[in-house]
């Protein structure tokens, strides 16, 4: 490495550790529910980082991996394929270190994260279907003599899931001055299987009595997989942005998974809006499959007279969302109908009726 090299990578890490100072920690915010005694619910917001997103966190560990790695040089093109947050978080990264940087990504992603993206600096590559981003991504990098960040195959080895204050560890260490500091479950949607890897492990290295219990969508290909073993498995592709895979991603580690459920695109939906209005601010859809994920094992735990602390997160803003989730013609447009839903949620919350499991 040239001298000129050697001042740009330690200048690039200097920048992105002190983002990292800036930006490490997120608020964790319990909510009482009246119909819900004695279970205790905690969402960690993830949406008050800079980019708006968990995927900051996952987008600094991605660039550290590859300029530590040797892989992201100055004045390397950077390519990532995305369906959206985690190329808003990149694109703030790049910019941050004057690099150039192309997203791959559906065509059916939201326009505000495109809006964010080029705004950003970013230049977006779209394509018609889920599952053409790898290919096209790795194409983009290869003929402009870049690098591919690769969320999906990297999300897993370039945060350092023992500590360093990584989600997990922030996660339990907010939670030690509550009356259950060790939580029965932390329930987290799959997108690249990075967050999921990541606090599964954690809990097994700090020998944790809480179990991990992953939410998935539908067009999802990782319920399917891991409930028969069979990673091969393949599907259409989510309509809920950001998480759900067409293809069982090589961050996603069902080993250390200890339970699966999967929720219906109505449900995600429903439950983003009832929430929403609890917090008075729009959460997005993965943040509403989250929760919906919470209020199936809460159910579980009030039918057998338990009570229990459940944690999960919101993934971003539902602000991102205005033209889908919270627009009643495209779900019309899309044959997704959350009334029902919508009602069972709230019975279940303010009056404790009914259940999901």
Known sequence: MSQEERVWTRRAIELLQADGQRSADTHLVKLDFVGLPGISIYLKDESTHP???LKHRLARSLFLYGI???RIRKGTALVEASSGSTAVSEAYFARL???PFTAVMPRSTSQQKVDAITALGGRCH?????SQVYEVAEAIAAEAGGYYLDQFTYAERATDWRGNNNIADSMFRQMSGEAQPVPDWVVMSAGTGGTSATIGRYIRYRNLETRLCVVDVEGSAFYDAWQSGDMSITASGSRIEGIGRPRVEPSFIPGVVDQMIQVPDAASIAAARVLSERLFRRVG????????GVLCLASLAKARGEQGAF???VCDSG????????NDDWLKAQGIDI????????AFLDRGVGGFM
């Open 51 to 53: 980019t708006g997103s």
């Open 68 to 70: 530590c790695n040797g």
């Open 97 to 99: 270190l004057d690099l």
């Open 126 to 130: 779209f394509v018609d279907n889920a």
């Open 285 to 292: 859809g993965s943040t509403g499959t989250n929760f919906m």
């Open 311 to 313: 944690v999960t997160l």
């Open 319 to 326: 602000d991102r969302y205005s033209n889908s989730y919270y």
């Open 339 to 346: 009334a029902p839903w919508r009602a069972r949620i709230e």
